[in-house]
């Protein structure tokens, strides 16, 4: 599975959970639901802008978007490396 599927089941999954339909959580993020449709079935990837949006509307951490079962779980280290490297790049596209 690519980044972009991944991201996108994730991010299905977590919309679900929090009762959000497309065209509201479209709204919230301020995207058309085309574009999160898109993301959502990995057509689209995120920008660091709105995967800082996402994460705060989901109420979720970034690098949860990108974590599959399938892959070995992650240590708090692992999960320490992944969030200070997003979060350099949200600082670098902001």
């Given at each position: ?34 574009h999160l449709s898109n993301m959502e079935t990995g057509k ?8 800082e949006k996402i994460s705060e509307i989901l109420h979720v ?11 070995k779980s992650a240590d708090e280290s692992d999960w320490s ?14």
């Amino acid at each position: 599975m690519n980044i972009k599927a991944i991201f996108g089941n994730n991010l299905h999954i977590y919309r679900k959970q929090a009762g959000l339909s497309q065209e509201k959580f479209a709204e919230y993020l301020d995207i058309s639901t085309k574009h999160l449709s898109n993301m959502e079935t990995g057509k689209a990837f995120v920008s660091a802008e709105l995967l800082e949006k996402i994460s705060e509307i989901l109420h979720v951490s970034a690098a949860a978007l990108f974590y599959t079962p399938q892959e070995k779980s992650a240590d708090e280290s692992d999960w320490s490396k992944i969030e200070a490297i997003l979060s350099e790049e949200i600082e670098k596209a902001l």
